[in-house]
């Protein structure tokens, strides 16, 4: 999924693809201005983003397509739902869809994911979700991933005590990385007795596209659960 911040806050990652359809194109200036949040006044409140009361707040980073994001909103209608994603053709399939249903509890940003996760007050978020980050394969490139000891930090402040990240890889190796940052953090600890708690998607798993793509190519994807302690 599209974009990383690094240590100090920068984006990396594309944010256009192909050209968007007529119909795309018109979302963006008419749905995306109703349901985008602006992280420096609208998040004090963040349950009040939405029309009704919500019992609950999932925060997904590099949505992708929206399948996951998607799948959720619909099986979980109490609960509001933020999802980052600056990648403009990924956000066009989320509004597409969030239009024909007529989904009422999502809202947008479509810039770098840590603004909003500094704007968030302590405590206020259910789940952190991040699903098929880019990993950033090169040494030189690692600063860029998403997953760090600081950014573990900053996500502790917002996650309520109980609640947890979930964070999903087809790349051993980054997912190497990730838990040596949870097993050395003081706020979140892994939940998982055997390799088949690791090796087996959330409960009510939707796939996703890039799923879906790992296991064509033969990688075998890992589902992380890491609890807020």
């Known amino acids: 999924m599209s974009g990383a911040a690094g240590e100090r806050g920068a984006f990396f990652g594309r944010r256009k693809g192909k050209k968007l359809r007529a119909g795309q194109a018109d979302l963006f200036e008419t ?13 004090a409140r963040p349950r009040e983003l939405f029309p009704r009361p919500v019992g609950g707040l999932w925060l997904e980073i590099g949505f992708g397509g929206g399948e996951h994001l998607l799948a959720r909103s619909r099986e979980n209608p109490d609960v509001g739902f933020i ?8 956000m066009a399939k989320l509004l597409a869809a969030v239009d024909a249903e007529k989904l009422d509890n999502i809202r947008l940003y479509d810039g770098d994911a840590l603004q909003v996760i500094e704007a968030l007050p302590e405590a206020s978020v259910d789940r952190v979700i991040q699903l098929y980050p880019d990993p950033w394969p090169k040494r030189r490139h690692h600063k ?14 917002i996650v309520r005590p109980g609640g947890s990240f979930w964070f999903a890889s087809d790349i051993d190796h980054y997912v190497g990385w990730v838990l040596a940052r949870v097993l050395r953090s003081p706020d979140f600890v892994w939940e998982a007795s055997s390799a088949a708690d690791w090796r087996t998607p959330y409960p009510g798993w939707p796939g996703t596209r890039y799923e879906a793509k790992a ?15």
């Open 31 to 43: 749905l995306l201005p109703r349901l985008r949040i602006d992280p420096k006044q609208d998040l």
């Open 83 to 90: 999802g980052c994603e600056p990648f403009v053709n990924g």
């Open 144 to 157: 860029r991933r998403f997953v760090s000891d600081a950014m573990l930090a900053r996500l502790a402040r």
């Open 215 to 229: 296991l064509r190519e033969g990688r075998t994807p890992s589902y992380l659960r890491i609890r807020r302690l």
